[in-house]
């Protein structure tokens, strides 16, 4: 892809993000308001109220991730986002990525798989940023897979790389939604500025999709 054709397909990507946020964004701030005035109501209800909280905390974090994108697509188009690395033991980040979505999943009833032990395998990179690569690729790999479906996270060294696989049992070659194919843009850009790549395989619509992460080791 051309230097003209990439700048496009960025511009192409932020609009898109554009659009998608004005009417994502309500979608959480109507269940919290929505929420906040009927706990208003049912003050007395301990079940309300917890089911309250709950819903008030899932969109909370959910409007605060979209906005996380926002800023990110933005800082990465503009050349201002601003890394700040360090060594980084990557199977935390992993294991702190999995416990933002694990209640997403559970709502679907997916099953998370994690067969590894957790290698101590440290990169030198932002952690935030990386958290956010992990965070948005199984975001898509929860979206994309049928409810009681299964994914699988992987985690390994190759030689003087570590290699990140997420594996769900979803939409495989077919085509994404847009919320979906940001989420996937963003990741691969950061994953490249921290010196790494990212590559997706599927055997075909239907059939799953495998996104692998390579970082290089640090030390």
Known sequence: MSDQQEESRAIQLKDELLARLSHDLRTPLSAILGWAKALQVKRGDPAALERGLDAISRNAATQARLLDELLAMNQILSGT?????????????????????????????????????????????????????????????????????????????????????????????AALPGGLELDLAIAGKLVELHGGSIEAASPGPGAGMSHMVRLPLSG
């Open 81 to 173: 986002l601003v890394l700040e690395p360090r060594p980084v033991a990557f199977a935390a980040v992993v294991a702190a990525a999995i416990d933002t979505i694990r209640a997403a999943a559970e709502a679907r009833e997916l099953r998370l798989e994690t067969p590894f032990d957790p290698p101590a395998l440290t990169v030198s990179g932002d952690p935030d940023r990386l958290q956010q690569v992990v965070v948005n690729l199984l975001t898509h790999a929860v979206a994309s897979s049928p409810p009681g479906g299964r994914i699988e996270v992987l985690l390994r060294r190759d030689e003087r790389q570590l290699e990140l696989t997420v594996r769900d049992e979803g939409s495989g070659g």
